[in-house]
């Protein structure tokens, strides 16, 4: 974990290939039951979508790594597609000004996209939105916490099936936005220890911790 560490403005260079490159089982193996198809891509590069995540606080070269391994990229509309490791989910978030649509298509209902700091993580982090997901590791990783850890995004808190497969899983945390809609997601899963963001969702609190 030493390229994980110390991390202030961007990523070092080995610190995204710890993130990403790990030869594991995938979280998401299972039959699908599901008609599933990914949105079309655009030609690269993915302006839109690099633009966007980078004005969200989401580094810059995290962003391009995400994209080399295929985890990411800008459909044909100029949104960004967040992958799985598998292809059997994706979420889907608009880019332009105005545009807040965020939706996700999976090959079975209780699919979800994910990223690992480690090939034997001990805490999963269970989040709303993909940025919510990389913006608590990245603050996770600015405060120095370090400890190996699955990152995330079940695409929307009324995804309960999703929730009920990760909270099987040895150290799920559920780490929703604090808000009406996460409060009563976490009363839902009185099981599950919870943590929540100082305001509406991890990306803005990473926002606000980068910036101040």
Known sequence: MRDFQHIHGQIPSGAVTTLCRIDVT?????????????????????????AYLIGRGIHENLVMYLIQEELLYQDLRGNAVFVDPDKSYCEIRGTGAGNHFHGCRKKASDRFWYILTNPRPEVMFICEAAIDALSLMLLHQKEGKNDPATYVSIGGVANQRTIDRLKRKHGAVLAVDNDRAGEECRNRNPDLPALIPDRKDWNEDFQQNSFS
Not at 29 to 34: D, F, M, R
């Open 26 to 50: 995938s979280l998401n193996v299972t039959a699908g039951t599901k008609q599933f198809s990914l949105p079309q891509q655009a030609e690269p590069p993915f302006r839109k979508v690099t």
